[in-house]
């Protein structure tokens, strides 16, 4: 009983605190816990964003809903519910999940030759299409989540450049890194897939080799570009490279 005159005494903090006090309202990030992060789960689970358990620690689900959110919201994307995500969450209104369909449209879309862990390789001759396709595309925005030529986040634009060519592989970045084969720095070569790593540990950023210490990738600043792999900012979070041709 007690446990759920809690949940809702927290639930009401949204309805009933006035706009000083979201402003004044603690700014949550990964791994904060408390009072604040079940309130703020619970909120975004109202809000039909995927929440599996309230258990007031900001854990990866959580940052994943809080980025999705602000996604939404057309607030900046980082992750951390700080006063302006609070305001937005007070005011917002549920969504209409049309996620799941819309993804499926996107896989089911082109017929392709599967790159997975078990046949992780294609062919050489298919390179120089795969560059050129994900040249084209230079300037489109970073979205998240985004799979399409209206924005992209970093593993949707390459499984989108791939699926042109009929080749299909995997959705997100970890998932991309566990196919081919592993190569050093000194060996990449054009069409080598390259990995860094950015707002989590291990492999949350990709792009494409393209030859001369360059790669083209969707930036979160600047859409998709082309950097150096050198340039001090991600020289260091560097962390591998996979070869998927033969």
């Known amino acids: 009983m007690k446990l759920i005159l809690y949940s809702i005494i927290i639930t009401s903090l949204f309805v009933l605190l006035p706009p000083t006090a979201a402003n004044a309202a603690k700014s ?48 900046k994307i980082n992750g951390i519910v700080d006063g302006q995500t609070w305001r937005a969450l007070k005011k917002a209104k ?36 795969i560059i050129k396709t994900a040249k084209h595309y230079i300037g489109v925005p970073y979205q998240f989540g985004g799979t399409t030529p209206k924005g992209f986040d970093c593993s949707g634009y390459l499984q989108y450049v791939f699926a042109q060519q009929k080749i299909s592989i995997p959705r997100t970045a970890d998932e991309q890194y566990r196919l081919g084969k592993t190569i050093s720095r000194s060996a990449l070569q054009s069409g080598d897939l390259v990995f860094f790593t950015t707002y989590e540990p291990g ?26 792999l050198d340039n001090s900012y991600w020289k260091p979070k560097y962390i591998g490279a996979k070869r998927i041709t033969k």
């Open 94 to 129: 549920p969504i209409v999940k049309k996620r799941a369909a819309a993804s499926a449209i996107t896989q089911t879309k082109y017929p392709s030759k599967p790159v997975t862990e078990s046949s992780p390789f294609i062919t050489t001759n298919m390179v120089p299409p």
């Open 28 to 75: 949550l990030s990964q791994s904060s816990h408390g009072n604040e992060v079940i309130a703020l789960q619970q909120q975004l689970k109202r809000l039909n964003y995927t929440i599996t358990s309230i258990d007031g620690i900001f854990g990866l689900e959580t940052k994943q809903a809080v980025l999705e959110f602000q996604r939404d919201q057309r607030i």
């Open 203 to 228: 492999p949350s950023h990709c792009g494409i080799y393209i030859g001369d210490g360059k790669f083209i990738h969707t930036s979160s600043s600047k859409g998709v570009r082309i950097d150096e």
